[in-house]
T-cell receptor, first 115, second 109 residues
Framework: DVKVTQSSRYLVKRTGEKVFLECVQD?????MFWYRQDPGLGLRLIYF???????EKGDIPEGYSVSREKKERFSLILESASTNQTSMYLC??????????????FGPGTRLTVL | KNEVEQSPQNLTAQEGEFITINCSYS?????LHWLQQHPGGGIVSLFM???GKKKHGRLIATINIQEKHSSLHITASHPRDSAVYIC???????????FGTGTRLQVFP
């Protein structure tokens, strides 16, 4: 079974702090994704990585950056946390089979509160 | 207008009832996904389908490509089915998904 793990289930940070969210997958997947989930808005893509050191902005990249130094690990960085970044953060990964095969496997989520 | 619309947003049912959740989309897709999210956050994939119908236990998913519509049915619902059900579509030539806002289902004993 594919396993996607996230470093924390719950996190509380102060405004202005630098925050690191870590995601690790154990199935050698090429693609990794970071989403945030807010009530009434569904999942929104922050950043996407299709290979080591490769990244692509999603729909809401402002205020975030990412790092993928190893294939299994994808980090989301909040350079200076703000209260409007309080949210549930979900990581996912997927295997590149064909361009029409796009099943994603999700981590358990990190609920971040910025005070 | 969202590219993926789900209805209803909230649904309550008594144990044993037949449940239907609907998903409509406005873009050309390579596949449609139904996902389940229990309280606590983790999301699991229930179905990925590009045509016809799939069944897994008490869950049935159907898709009509011409009408750009999919339904998720739960037969003999149980309180453990209480969760948020999310519809997502995959576009051609991309690994990304577009998500609906989810349907929150509560099944009471």
């Amino acid at each position: 079974d594919v396993k996607v793990t996230q470093s924390s289930r719950y996190l509380v940070k102060r405004t202005g702090e630098k925050v690191f969210l870590e995601c690790v997958q154990d199935m050698d997947h090429e693609n990794m994704f970071w989403y945030r989930q807010d009530p009434g808005l569904g999942l929104r893509l922050i950043y996407f990585s299709y290979d080591v050191k490769m990244k692509e902005k999603g729909d809401i990249p402002e205020g975030y950056s990412v790092s993928r130094e190893k294939k299994e690990r994808f980090s989301l960085i909040l350079e200076s946390a703000s209260t409007n970044q309080t949210s549930m953060y979900l990581c996912a990964s997927s295997l590149v089979v064909t361009r029409s095969y796009n099943e994603q496997f999700f981590g358990p989520g990190t609920r971040l509160t910025v005070l | 207008k969202n590219e993926v619309e789900q209805s209803p947003q909230n649904l309550t049912a008594q144990e044993g009832e037949f449940i239907t959740i609907n998903c409509s989309y406005s873009v050309g897709i390579s596949a449609l996904h139904w996902l389940q999210q229990h309280p606590g956050g983790g999301i699991v994939s229930l179905f990925m389908l590009s045509s016809g119908k799939k069944k897994h236990g008490r869950l049935i998913a159907t898709i009509n490509i011409q009408e750009k519509h999919s339904s998720l049915h739960i037969t003999a619902s149980h309180p453990r089915d209480s969760a948020v059900y999310i519809c997502a579509v995959g576009l051609h030539n991309t690994d990304k998904l577009i998500f609906g806002t989810g349907t929150r289902l509560q099944v009471f004993p």
